[in-house]
């Protein structure tokens, strides 16, 4: 089964909260599923550029069943903070980047534009080389994001996409749980 592949508009942006991140597909799915939810994200983040709402529809959500939420406010406050805004200029770049490029699923490399075929820490130190100022957690995070959410190409059929879910899946789960190891294995016993 697949779980959701979008169509390759990847211009969410992912959000920090209570020191996760969260995309915003994520968010909707803890948010209510009345809507509301929905219209406000969508609002606040349609294909990855901030809209401006009409006063009364901003006094509208502060009367709504949202006003107050500590999750909807500290996602709300993070998007449209210093680094929230840094990181949907990120997003947007990183989504122009990445439209042309393709994945080796089988293999676990992408194929970029020149032919060049890259692992995944090899493409965040390509990216890295060509942005030095961005950081390469958030480089990482992305292209692991892309990787599960954002690569579905069109002329893949339904199996086709069920094989490379269950091929991306297993790329990331290893290669987080090798993230993981490397960690543990850096720290001393007194750190």
């Known amino acids: 089964m697949t779980r959701g592949r979008r169509a390759p508009a990847c211009r969410d942006v992912t959000l920090k909260v209570d020191e996760r991140r969260l995309s915003r597909s994520e968010a909707i799915r803890v948010l209510p599923r009345d809507g509301e939810a929905r219209e406000i994200l969508a609002r606040e983040n349609l294909m990855g550029k901030?809209?401006?709402?009409?006063?009364?529809?901003?006094?509208?959500?502060?009367?709504?069943?949202?006003?107050?939420?500590?999750?909807?406010?500290?996602?709300?406050?993070?998007?449209?903070?210093?680094?929230?805004?840094?990181?949907?200029?990120?997003?947007?770049?990183?989504?122009?980047?990445?439209?042309?490029?393709?994945?080796?699923?089988?293999?676990?490399?992408?194929?970029?534009?020149?032919?060049?075929?890259?692992?995944?820490?090899?493409?965040?130190?390509?990216?890295?080389?060509?942005?030095?100022?961005w950081r390469h957690d958030w480089i990482e995070e992305y292209l692991i994001d892309w990787i599960e959410m954002d690569y579905a190409p069109e002329h893949y059929s339904t199996a086709q996409l069920e094989e490379l879910d269950r091929r991306t899946e297993r790329w990331v789960a290893d290669h987080l749980r090798k993230a993981k190891t490397a960690k543990k294995a850096k720290r001393t016993r007194h750190s």
């Open 50 to 133: 901030r809209r401006n709402q009409h006063p009364q529809q901003l006094q509208d959500n502060q009367d709504s069943i949202f006003a107050g939420n500590p999750f909807l406010d500290d996602l709300l406050a993070w998007r449209h903070s210093p680094e929230g805004e840094q990181f949907a200029a990120f997003s947007d770049v990183l989504c122009d980047v990445m439209e042309q490029v393709q994945l080796d699923a089988r293999q676990r490399l992408f194929i970029w534009p020149d032919g060049e075929r890259l692992d995944l820490d090899q493409s965040v130190a390509r990216i890295h080389q060509q942005y030095p100022d």
